[in-house]
């Protein structure tokens, strides 16, 4: 069965730093296109940033120049760093992973993030 492991939420002032990371594991990882997506509450869940297989890279306009997402295949790890936090970005955290050509898709769990002002 197909696992993608958060990690690397918390709580955090405005304007610091947090890393997540995501481990998959019983996935052929370097196929999957590896994605954050985050839910606040009463909100719909939005996407934040995509990794594609061949490492191409797209963030929300909301996180462009504060957030970064990486892969590393050889771990089969995606994560995010997250810097200038602001108390906006106050979420629920998921790892998501997408097999274009199947459509295979699987989510984590979901990591916390809150930011306070």
Known sequence: ?????ESGGGAVQAGGSLRLSCEASRLFFSIYDMAWYRQAPGKQRELVATVSSNIDTTYADS??????ISRDNAKKMVTLQMNSL????TAVYFCHAHQLTSGRQYWGQGTQVTVSS
């Open 86 to 89: 602001k108390p906006d970005d």
């Open 63 to 68: 996180v462009k120049g504060r957030f970064t």
């Open 1 to 5: 069965q197909v696992q993608l492991a």
